[in-house]
């Protein structure tokens, strides 16, 4: 909201618990003062981490009152987030519409972002896989599947590996 030195203003601000405390909906005003702004509304997942997060949608003024119910359009773009049994984030999906994936093995990690997932030329499946070897992470680089040896690594000789990778 835009102010003006010396000018009384109060923000109206409505915000939303869950039976647990956490936040569900935050209701600000808009600009003018006129009408209300879902600033952000968080869905739970079963573990208690935020799986879905919808934020800048328009509503009615009346969403400022207090008691108000808010319904979620499914409509809304939302950023959703995916986690396995141990809270590692395995898929994202940004309100855009871009996503991200990611798989996880012993000591390797494999990240695909929107082009890997959605090849289109001049993009191709080429994942970023770290290798990571007594504890320590030796490598973040990108090669082909076809250029891997059978244990999942890298080839020295696949030219998408950076030369500093190499040795060692």
């Not at 939302?78 to 396995?84: C, E, G, K, Q």
């Not at 994202?92 to 996503?99: I, L, M, N």
Request: overall charge negative; hydrophobic content about 30%.
């Amino acid at each position: 909201m835009r102010r003006i030195s010396g000018e009384p203003d109060v923000d109206l601000v409505a915000a939303h618990l869950d039976g647990l405390g956490r936040p569900r909906l935050r209701v600000t005003q808009d600009d003018t003062g006129t009408a209300a702004i879902l600033a952000e509304a968080r869905i739970y997942s079963d573990a208690g981490a935020v799986a879905e997060l919808i934020e800048d949608q328009p509503l009615p003024a009346a969403a400022l009152t207090p008691g108000a119910t808010i319904e979620l359009s499914s409509a809304w773009p939302r950023t959703i987030t995916h986690a396995d049994g141990l809270g590692r984030v395995l898929f994202t999906r940004d309100a855009d519409g871009r996503e991200t994936a990611t798989n996880y093995g012993p000591l390797w990690t494999e990240r695909r972002d929107h082009e890997d997932l959605h090849p289109a030329p001049p993009y191709q499946n080429m994942p970023e896989r770290s290798d990571q070897e007594k504890g320590e992470s030796i490598s973040a680089r990108s090669c082909r599947r076809a250029s891997r040896d059978r244990r999942g690594r890298c080839r020295s000789g696949d030219p998408a590996v950076p030369r500093s990778n190499m040795a060692g």
